[in-house]
């Protein structure tokens, strides 16, 4: 098992930044791939950015590709999310997830493990 935490979560006027985590436990965390993902209030969840268990490959959904960075420590079993020129429309609860994965995938049901989720609020 592995137990994904996310922190970092806030209120932020548009254009500002916050950097997001997740600390992993439980297991050994290099071999796996991390996502983050994101659900705004009546809408699916959907994918933001990925990273392999290696670091070597990354995955951006069109919308935050230049704003948004994924990054891992392994010694601290933590991913990152550093969001920058935020938007409204980033308004959203993002989780964490993990998985033995090949490639950094975008879709959801390819993850084992899920974080409890961390409220961003972007004010326009």
């Known amino acids: 098992q592995v137990q994904l935490v996310e922190s970092g979560g806030g209120l932020v006027q548009a254009g500002g930044s916050l950097r997001l985590s997740c600390a992993a436990s439980?297991?050994?965390?290099?071999?796996?791939?991390m996502g983050w993902f994101r659900q705004a209030p009546g809408r699916e969840r959907e994918f933001v950015a990925a990273?392999?268990?290696?670091?070597?490959?990354?995955n951006y959904v069109d919308s935050v590709k230049g704003r948004f960075t994924i990054s891992r420590d392994d010694a601290k079993n933590t991913v990152y999310l550093q969001m920058n020129s935020l938007k409204p429309e980033d308004t959203a609860v993002y989780y964490c997830?993990?998985?033995?994965?090949?490639?950094?995938?975008?879709?959801?049901?390819?993850?084992?493990?899920w974080g409890q989720g961390t409220q961003v609020t972007v004010s326009s």
């Open positions: 990273i392999s268990g290696n670091a070597g490959t990354t």
């Open positions: 439980g297991r050994t965390f290099g071999g796996y791939a």
């Open positions: 997830a993990g998985g033995i994965l090949a490639l950094p995938s975008p879709l959801s049901r390819a993850y084992n493990y």
